[in-house]
T-cell receptor
Framework: SAVISQKPSRDICQRGTSLTIQCQVD?????MFWYRQQPGQSLTLIAT?????????ESGFVIDKFPISRPNLTFSTLTVSNMSPEDSSIYLC??????????FGPGTRLTVL | RKEVEQDPGPFNVPEGATVAFNCTYS??????FFWYRQDCRKEPKLLMS???SGNEDGRFTAQLNRASQYISLLIRDSKLSDSATYLC?????????????FGAGTQVVVTP
């Protein structure tokens, strides 16, 4: 089965800075997604990462704050820009095996001071 | 009203017992449904898809009730390793790839 890795696994950042999270899949997937999971809560979809075109953002998330790249079918990045403490969360990427069955990376635990 | 709702629990279950819980969804046009399992401080992992006719995978049985707009998960002969949070996931849009809405999760604690 496919495996997803994420880098970094965790980071502590100063407010106002930006962090780019990388997501690598070991096999090609059609769909990749980025989620956020805040402490004690469930996952919220940020955007769908589209290969070769702009990501599709969900309500409440904008490209200026969360720019996403997906240059090929196995790799995507999410940048959290101009961070504030409210951005402290776990960020997860996922790939779709088809039929809507997703598999997730281990997550990036972000703390913004 | 949330699009996907779950009883947060915890459901405290003696080892070997059966536990069942539901998840309700608000969008009647939802097409696909899943149960994921999430262990503490880990990523979610797919447990099973939920098919219209219901499906079983070992000790786990999932059911879909479209009329009442809920899905259920039943765990038989609970093991200590079944302790986790179970996330209900519903694809709530029908355009392109849809949108996967996660419930807040139901915590299950299996005790010796």
């Amino acid at each position: 089965s496919a495996v997803i890795s994420q880098k970094p696994s965790r980071d502590i950042c100063q407010r106002g800075t930006s962090l780019t999270i990388q997501c690598q899949v070991d096999s090609q997937v059609t769909m990749m997604f980025w989620y956020r999971q805040q402490p004690g809560q469930s996952l919220t979809l940020i955007a769908t990462a589209n290969q070769g075109s702009e990501a599709t953002y969900e309500s409440g998330f904008v490209i200026d704050k969360f720019p996403i790249s997906r240059p090929n079918l196995t790799f995507s990045t999410l940048t959290v820009s101009n961070m504030s403490p409210e951005d402290s969360s776990i960020y997860l990427c996922s790939g779709d095996r088809g039929r809507g069955e997703q598999f997730f990376g281990p997550g990036t635990r972000l703390t913004v001071l | 009203r949330k699009e996907v709702e779950q009883d947060p629990g915890p459901f405290n279950v003696p080892e070997g017992a059966t536990v069942a819980f539901n998840c309700t969804y608000s969008n009647s046009a939802s097409q696909s449904f899943f149960w994921y399992r999430q262990d503490c401080r880990k990523e979610p992992k797919l447990l099973m898809s939920v098919y219209s006719s219901g499906n079983e995978d070992g000790r786990f049985t999932a059911q879909l009730n479209r009329a009442s707009q809920y899905i259920s998960l039943l765990i038989r002969d609970s093991k200590l390793s079944d302790s986790a949070t179970y996330l209900c996931v519903v694809n709530t849009r029908t355009d392109s790839w849809g949108k996967f809405q996660f419930g807040a999760g139901t915590q299950v604690v299996v005790t010796p």
